[in-house]
T-cell receptor, first 112, second 114 residues
Framework: DQQVKQNSPSLSVQEGRISILNCDYT??????FLWYKKYPAEGPTFLIS?????DKNEDGRFTVFLNKSAKHLSLHIVPSQPGDSAVYFC???????????FGAGTRLTVKP | DTGVSQNPRHKITKRGQNVTFRCDPI?????LYWYRQTLGQGPEFLTY????????KSRLLSDRFSAERPKGSFSTLEIQRTEQGDSAMYLC????????????FGSGTRLTVV
C-alpha cells in the first residue's frame, strides 16, 4: 500500500529559480511529514519537517507547505543552487514515529 | 560519534547463501530501524527496535529475514537462503523518537545476489 506518493520522478530548474517538489498522501492519521535529501552512495539525510497541526515551516532556503484538506505537501527551495541536485524523498509518520513511510523520490537537477 | 555506521558497504553473494549485515547507531539513540530500497523506489520499512526489543515487523520481512539488537546497541540483519529478489540497498537508521527530527540514516549495505 503506497500511502505516500511522489508523482514526478524528476524536475529540472535553473540556478537561482524556485524548485517546487510535490507529495501526496492517503492516510489522514499521519502526524509528521518530512523531506529527506539523498546523494548517490549515501543514505537519505533529513532536511525539514512539519507537524500535522501546522501549514508551513521554513528553514533558510527551504519551506514546506502542508494542505491537509488536499492531503498534499510541497517543498520549496529558493533560490535553487547546483548543490541542491539530489533525490528528494517525502516521508510521513504517526505520532509514535516508529513506521515512517516514504515516497518514491523526485530527482532534482539544478542547472548552472 | 560520527553517525550511523553500516558494514559492509557492498556484498555480493550467490543465491542460497546466508548474509549478515551490521548497523551501529548513534549511541544516544534508543530507536533503530531497518529499511530496504530498490531501484526507483523509496525506502521500505522492514523492522524497528526500541532498545533491545523488536517492536514492529513489516510483512516484507519474510521468515528468511531475522534482525537482532542485543543489549540495545548495534543491530544485525540476517538473510537466509538469499534469492535474487533480495538484491537491494539495506538501510539502517536511528532516532530519539521525536517525530519532528526524523531519522539519521547510514550509508547502507548494497546486496547483490547472483
Amino acid at each position: 500500500d503506497q500511502q505516500v506518493k511522489q508523482n514526478s520522478p524528476s524536475l529540472s530548474v535553473q540556478e537561482g529559480r524556485i524548485s517546487i517538489l510535490n507529495c501526496d498522501y492517503t492516510n489522514s492519521m499521519f502526524d509528521y511529514f518530512l523531506w529527506y535529501k539523498k546523494y548517490p552512495a549515501e543514505g537519505p539525510t533529513f532536511l525539514i519537517s512539519i507537524s500535522s497541526i501546522k501549514d508551513k515551516n521554513e528553514d533558510g532556503r527551504f519551506t514546506v507547505f502542508l494542505n491537509k484538506s488536499a492531503k498534499h505537501l510541497s517543498l520549496h527551495i529558493v533560490p535553487s543552487q547546483p548543490g541542491d541536485s539530489a533525490v528528494y524523498f517525502c516521508a510521513a509518520s504517526g505520532i509514535n514515529n516508529n513506521d515512517m513511510r516514504f515516497g518514491a523520490g523526485t530527482r532534482l537537477t539544478v542547472k548552472p | 560519534d560520527t553517525g550511523v555506521s553500516q558494514n559492509p558497504r557492498h556484498k555480493i553473494t550467490k543465491r542460497g547463501q546466508n548474509v549478515t549485515f551490521r548497523c551501529d547507531p548513534i549511541s544516544e539513540h534508543n530507536r533503530l530501524y531497518w529499511y530496504r530500497q530498490t531501484l526507483g523506489q523509496g525506502p521500505e520499512f522492514l523492522t524497528y527496535f526500541q532498545n533491545e526489543a523488536q517492536l514492529e515487523k513489516s510483512r516484507l520481512l519474510s521468515d528468511r529475514f531475522s534482525a537482532e539488537r542485543p543489549k540495545g546497541s548495534f543491530s544485525t540483519l540476517e538473510i537466509q537462503r538469499t534469492e535474487q529478489g533480495d538484491s537491494a540497498m539495506y538501510l539502517c537508521a536511528s532516532s530519539t523518537g521525536t517525530g519532528a527530527l526524523g531519522y539519521t540514516f547510514g550509508s547502507g549495505t548494497r546486496l547483490t545476489v547472483v
